[in-house]
């Protein structure tokens, strides 16, 4: 069974530590994508890849980077947790980038920065 | 930018009514998709629909790209119908990017 596979269902960090979340494919896409869900504001994409050591910006990616070293992984890193940066976060690949045979996510990680 | 926007924000129903979830967006796309996120978190794609109509057992949807808007029909509901629905759409920009809209909200209710 194909699968994206998030490192933590939940996390609880400290403001001003560094985060790092994992995202793990095997399907062999070649887009990968991160998310975050908040209420009321549906899904907001922070940062995407569309092969490795490539990486695009998306709506949100202050105070975010990623990082794609091989064509499975694809990491979030939050160089200074911040409160605002509690949220739900969605890893997500797909076979091309408009995601036309649609997009596999993973369960999420929820963020809580204290 | 594109506006996506979806109706009802929020739709409770009793088991085996039916419903109809709406999706309009601003501008033109190359691609729309509906999404279910169930109360655990995981979201499944549901249908890619760009335009007319596709039905997968008790759900089917329509796009009708010209006006816009795009229909997730649920019938015959169900407990584990029970989630938010998202639509999704695909820019016509210089790259492909796919923008949620803020979701609908479903409880089924036995």
């Known amino acids: 069974d194909v699968k994206v596979t998030q490192s933590s269902r939940y996390l609880v960090k400290r403001t001003g530590e560094k985060v790092f979340l994992e995202c793990v494919q095997d399907?062999?896409?070649?887009?990968m994508f991160w998310y975050r869900q908040d209420p009321g504001l549906g899904l907001r994409l922070i940062y995407f890849s569309y092969d490795v050591k490539m990486k695009e910006k998306g709506d949100i990616p202050e105070g975010y980077s990623v990082s794609r070293e091989k064509k499975e992984r694809f990491s979030l890193i939050l160089e200074s947790a911040s409160t605002n940066q509690t949220s739900m976060y969605l890893c997500a690949s797909s076979f091309d980038s408009g995601a036309r045979y649609g997009y596999t996510f993973g369960s999420g990680t929820r963020l809580t920065v204290v | 930018g594109i506006q996506v926007e979806q109706s009802p924000p929020d739709l409770i129903l009793q088991e085996g009514a039916n419903s109809t979830l709406r999706c309009n967006f601003s501008?033109?796309?190359?691609?729309l998709q509906w999404f279910h996120q169930n109360p655990w978190g995981q979201l499944i794609n549901l249908f890619y629909i760009p335009s007319g109509t596709k039905q997968n057992g008790r759900l089917s949807a329509t796009t009708v790209a010209t006006e816009r808007y795009s229909l997730l029909y649920i019938s015959s509901s169900q407990t584990t119908d029970s989630g938010v629905y998202f639509c999704?759409?695909?820019?016509?920009?210089?790259?492909?990017?796919?923008?949620f809209g803020p979701g609908t909200s479903l409880s089924v209710i036995p």
């Open positions: 501008d033109s796309v190359n691609n």
């Open positions: 999704a759409v695909l820019m016509k920009t210089s790259y492909d990017k796919v923008i």
């Open positions: 399907m062999d896409h070649e887009n």
